[in-house]
């Protein structure tokens, strides 16, 4: 009974295991009972089970078994046989374990009827149709691989400590360890193995996205790797051989999975976060709860891979004392120690090697996982902002949030099994060298603590400094973001060198908070790269203190441990300073998702079947602050019926924009109803044009319909543009149409809300931004014709748009003072008339002045007013017709010459030349900087190497052999190697961060100068967003 307290005994594991081998069973027996009193419920019900109502809906047609269902059925079966021979031997020899108490025979007989269900259950997903797993199984293949793990451990410290054979039975238990890692990799999947091809076959040809995601699936080499694949990533060979012959492509990159699909993951992570806002309300820390729940089930797997590399990573330190005393000539136990010793070694190393790459690439694809979510989430919150949220979040600070915050958050992600690994590995670590070193190890303990403490307060410091960071960040971005979009005004007004001063200020105030900031990092890093020689020093110095004798393998054994400690606390700086930077970052991106959201109760939706209105406003007050005493709107009463036409007019600053966007629901209603059947359209005032074609524009990634197509061009008076084009409506505009006139603009994006064939269009007064002739047409054409069945509410300031209105709106101080049609409301008296008047005589002095300044001296006297304006209109047509074909010839020859306005991105291919490097090396003084830095890591590893060999040297093989050099010798002269190792590493940290500091400045105000120099033909034909991402 001693030894059924010792954690190593074997009798201490057998009764636990026995204990969760029944707790198993117990649970697979009570899941059948429950099954089977189910369906007898639905039978006494007479309703047909579940799994009839599936199997009718889905008729089976074929299954297809694969490798990995085979080779879980053969898995079963082989564990089943080696348990059954367990239990024989176990029966027949007297003497096959250290322990001869019941848990064993109770295990062995718990374990042969636990494979025999869990095999009948593996050969019933064929009837059952389980494609998936289900978790118990999962889970006792999970238990059975670290119940093989652990006896296998116990296997091996027996042989070790009794320097006694691999017998039969640790030949047993290695042997299912092997197969229990296989059962594992399956039970992480998830996937039986089993395809099965049903009725649902046929819908594919039915529904085109279905079979169009069905196809991206099976092109996924990642989805449909086997384990084999899995594991030594060789699903990745075809992409390689590619990339090997010819530069990849983008049609010859594979899907992702779609799992890893930005639309999946997105959808995913809205209903985690809906679920988490109805139950713990919208807050920072709900949020944070909603990224922890999204990623959690990926993130357990992961870990599972991260604990199974840290473990097999300290095997290595733990055996070098015993490798080292073979070695030495401690051969009394023959040749079998050391092939134990080597082979593992060897297994601890492949152990390592394929869970610590199965983790790094787990925790890459978690966290791109959660960096695609929550850049999709933004972008869709930032289409849901209010009107005041919106101003308090530039377009710049959005750009910020999707790429430099989302990056850092997405790091944490990178780095987040070390928070946990930490402990557990200096753990390990102290266990080692307690097992080695005795008493000693606890000195080391405490010194590697304190080197701990230091990075409280400069966390805090780094946290600090980096919220600094990203308010400056945010200022440069936000004013090069300004400059760049209004480049050809600066260049008009020879602003360039005005506002190139302002960048550099901008960029002075973030470069002071970096150079604080990488200062403290070279201080972190210096004392973390010093930690090993601290500590080391510490712990030998306590063996000295303590007058423990010193041998090479004890040595050896140690600095392989602090090697270990040294990763650990070298990584941990990084750690400090990713995690601080994304806690801000995360901070940042909360608060963004917590603004306020444009309310869904402003609009409600009515079925166009049980009204005969499609807009309808009762008593409606509106303001776009909703903290005020005076609204925008006050008292909207409106009722507009299905087809008609409705203008609004009134003086600047009347409402009349925003009585579209409270119909929108953009603005914040107070008071009121408003009701509005069928979908929208709406044309604001500035046009809104997308990098792209003409096409692409107008299509707005609806279909393409040619008949239809070519009426709405007509319609909106683009056919004559379109020729004029070299490549009709295939001619590329340029960022934000910056070649196209701000008619064209405005027609193309009129078209383009013509072809999304809405119910109710809302124009913000579109006709302005083109010439009389062709507004006139426009209207003719597009508002009264294309459109004469559909609902038009237009803001106009041309009366001559008026007269055709079903109704017209008077706006006056955010109240509509009048409404009728264009008779009644003349003949009223009370406003419209003078605003008709003041529009009219506005026109026909613009035409006077435009008559004046065109017609020649000589007809002006001689031609009466009639003939004026004859000629006034021919010039007008000849000029604007000359000037669209000048225009245009210009536009064309550049798009025919180049052969499109925006240029693709330039990509290198092959290697990177030693001109790159050379020039990144001399961007800082000339290169004078790099030998000093080049030296200093140089003489650092020098001192690292030295000191090593100097302490495995300077001590004895054993402890009967004389030493060397004394110990205050020993220990002076690697306390000095110690600390020139330290003084070498600090230099090459500040050096490092002063040149790389350097270098980024150069290069900033070189690419700045080169930016605010360039031509305007370069802003034409390069995306602001490319320019702001180099």
Not at 453 to 460: E, F
Not at 496 to 525: I, Q
Request: one cysteine or more; proline letters at 3%.
């Amino acid at each position: 009974m001693e030894e059924w307290q010792e954690i190593y005994s074997p009798c201490f594991w057998m009764g636990t295991f026995a204990l969760i081998e029944l707790i198993f069973i117990m649970s697979i027996l009570a899941q059948f009972l429950f099954r089977k009193f189910r369906c007898w419920i639905q039978r006494l019900k007479g309703a047909a089970p579940e799994s009839n109502k599936q199997h009718q809906e889905h008729k089976i047609i074929a299954i297809k078994l694969g490798i990995s269902y085979k080779a879980c059925i053969a898995c079963c079966l082989l564990i089943l046989g080696s348990h059954v021979l367990r239990a024989v031997f176990l029966q027949l020899h007297e003497r096959i374990s250290d322990c001869k108490y019941p848990p064993f025979i109770l295990c062995e007989g718990l374990q042969v009827l636990s494979w025999i269900i869990l095999s009948l259950l593996v050969f019933s997903f064929q009837k059952t149709n389980s494609a998936k797993l289900p978790m118990v199984i999962r889970s006792w293949w999970i238990f059975n691989f670290l119940q093989s793990a652990t006896t296998v451990v116990i296997d091996l410290r027996s042989i070790l400590a009794t320097h006694g054979d691999i017998g039969f039975k640790e030949w047993i238990d290695m042997f299912m360890l092997v197969v229990c890692i296989y059962l594992f990799a399956i039970s992480a999947g998830g996937k039986t193995g089993i395809t099965f091809t049903d009725s649902s076959v046929t819908e594919p040809l039915l529904n085109p996205s279905v079979g169009q995601q069905a196809e991206a699936k099976r092109t996924c080499p990642y989805g449909k790797a086997n384990i084999l694949e899995l594991v030594t990533f060789s699903w990745m060979n075809p992409v390689f051989s590619i990339g090997y012959k010819k530069p990849l492509e983008k049609n010859a990159v594979p899907d992702v999975d779609g799992k890893d699909a930005a639309e999946f993951l997105s959808d995913s992570f809205k209903n985690v976060i809906d679920d988490v806002e109805h139950s713990y309300g919208l807050s920072t820390s709900s949020i944070y709860r909603a990224m922890f729940i999204f990623i959690r089930r990926k993130a357990i797997i992961n870990a599972g891979f991260a604990v199974l590399s840290a473990s097999a990573s300290y095997v290595g330190p733990s055996l070098i004392n015993d490798l080292v005393k073979f070695l030495g000539g401690q051969r009394q136990y023959g040749l079998k120690r050391g092939y134990i010793l080597a082979v593992a070694f060897l297994s601890a190393k492949v152990v390592e090697t394929i869970s610590q790459r199965q983790w790094i690439f787990g925790a890459r694809q978690l966290g791109m996982r959660l960096r695609a979510a929550l850049i999709s989430h933004i972008y869709q919150k930032g289409l849901h902002l209010s009107c005041s949220s919106r101003q308090k979040h530039t377009s710049g600070e959005i750009i910020n949030y999707m790429s430099v915050d989302i990056q850092r958050i997405t790091d944490v992600i990178w780095y987040i099994n070390y928070i946990w690994m930490l402990p557990i590995q200096l753990s390990l670590a102290v266990y080692i060298l307690h097992t080695n070193l005795g008493v000693g190890a606890w000195a080391g303990l405490a010194a590697t603590l304190a080197i701990m403490a230091c990075n409280i307060p400069l966390t805090k410091m780094q946290k600090r400094l980096q919220a600094k960071i990203m308010v400056a960040k945010d200022n440069r971005m936000k004013a090069t973001t300004e400059v760049l979009r209004s480049m050809k005004i600066l260049k008009l007004q020879a602003w360039d060198m005005k506002y190139l001063h302002k960048l550099k200020t901008l960029r002075g105030e973030e470069y002071n908070w970096l150079w604080r900031s990488v200062r403290l990092s070279a201080l972190t890093t210096f004392i973390f790269w010093g930690s090993p020689a601290f500590i080391s020093s510490i712990t030998f110095g306590s063996w000295i203190l303590l007058g423990v004798p010193l041998t090479a393998g004890t040595v050896l054994s140690a600095l392989a441990t602090f090697r270990m400690l040294q990763d650990l606390i070298f990584t941990l700086p990084d750690l400090l300073s990713v995690f601080a930077q994304g806690k801000v970052s995360a901070d940042r991106v909360a608060k963004y998702l917590e603004e306020e959201e444009l309310k869904c109760d402003a609009v409600t939706q009515v079925p166009r079947n049980d009204t005969d209105f499609d807009v309808k406003i009762d008593h409606g007050i509106f303001s776009w602050e909703l903290e005020t005493t005076s609204p925008t709107l006050t008292d909207v009463e409106l009722k507009v019926k299905r087809g008609m036409k409705v203008a609004i007019c009134g003086m600047v600053g009347s409402g009349k924009s925003s009585l579209l966007s409270c119909i929108l629901g953009e603005m914040p209603k107070l008071d009121g109803t408003v009701r509005v059947s069928g979908r929208k359209a709406y044309v604001p005032q500035t046009a809104w044009i997308l990098s792209g074609n003409i096409r692409e524009n107008i299509l707005f990634g609806n279909t393409h319909d040619e008949e239809k197509y070519k009426k709405i061009i007509q319609s909106c008076a683009l056919t004559k543009d379109l020729e004029l084009f070299a490549n009709g409506d295939l001619t590329e505009i340029g960022e934000r149409g910056i070649n196209m006139s701000g008619g064209q603009k405005q027609r193309i994006q009129i078209a383009r809300s013509v072809y999304e064939d809405a119910d109710i269009y809302l124009f913000d007064d579109p006709f302005s931004a083109v010439d009389a002739h062709t507004g006139s047409q426009l209207f003719k054409d597009c508002v009264m014709g294309i459109l004469k069945d559909k609902t038009v509410l237009y803001v106009t300031h041309q009366v001559e748009f008026l007269p055709a209105a079903d109704l017209i709106l008077v706006m006056q101080d955010g109240k509509i003072v009048q409404k009728g049609k264009f008779n009644e409301l003349l003949q009223q008296n009370i406003g419209f008339e003078a605003i008709a008047g003041a529009h009219s005589q506005a026109l026909e002095s613009v035409i006077n002045v435009e008559c004046s300044s065109r017609i020649p001296p000589d007809n002006k006297k001689s031609a009466d007013s009639e003939d004026e304006f004859d000629t006034e209109n021919e010039i007008d047509d000849q000029l604007q017709g000359i000037t669209k074909q000048e225009s245009t010839h210009d536009v064309s020859q550049d798009i025919s010459d180049k052969g499109r306005l925006t240029q693709e991105e330039e990509r290198e291919k092959g290697g990177i030349g030693k001109k790159v490097y050379w020039t990144y090396l001399r961007a800082v003084h000339g290169g004078a900087l790099v030998p000093v830095t080049i030296a200093a890591q140089s003489f650092f590893q020098i001192f690292q190497v030295a000191s090593n060999y100097w302490m495995a040297w300077a001590s004895p093989p054993t402890t009967a052999t004389t030493p060397t050099v004394g110990l205050g010798l020993l220990f002076s002269v690697y306390i000095a190697l110690s600390m020139g190792s330290a003084l070498c590493v600090l230099s090459r940290s500040l050096l490092v961060s002063l040149i790389g500091l350097l270098t980024s400045e150069k290069f900033f105000k070189d690419m700045l100068h080169c930016i605010l120099h360039a031509p305007m033909s370069f802003f034409d034909s390069t995306p602001t967003g490319r320019i702001l991402n180099r």
